[in-house]
């Protein structure tokens, strides 16, 4: 199977930085797609910003403009640059990703969730 491993949490105050980063592994063929969510307490998961095994990105309207998606194909890494941060972005990250395994089956999986304070 494929896991995903997520690092790069951690507690900063309003207006600084963070990276994430999200590795995966396992019986990868082919990445198409890697992401980030978030889930706030009370909150519905949403979608933060996405990247395609082509390079195209989109990004939640909350975040444009100051995180920014990024990717290693060798590495089969995402990453997560969040500058600016501010309070309402306080929540746990989840990595996404979405490939085709070394079996030739498609396959989603999620990482564990790294926990994002933002201090105001």
């Known amino acids: 199977q494929v896991q995903l491993v997520e690092s790069g949490g951690g507690l900063v105050q309003a207006g600084g930085s963070l990276r994430l980063s999200c590795v995966a592994s396992g019986s990868i063929l082919r990445i198409e797609a890697m992401g980030w969510h978030r889930q706030a307490p009370g909150k519905e998961r949403e979608l933060v910003a996405r990247?395609?095994?082509?390079?195209?990105?989109n990004y939640a309207d909350s975040v444009k403009g100051r995180f920014t998606i990024s990717r290693d194909v060798a590495k089969n890494t995402v990453y997560l640059q969040m500058n600016t941060l501010k309070a309402e972005d306080t929540s746990v990250y989840y990595c996404?990703?979405?490939?085709?395994?070394?079996?030739?089956?498609?396959?989603?999986?999620w990482g564990q969730g790294t926990q994002v304070t933002v201090s105001s």
């Open positions: 996404n990703a979405a490939y085709w395994t070394t079996g030739w089956v498609k396959g989603n999986s």
């Open positions: 990247i395609t095994s082509g390079g195209s990105t």
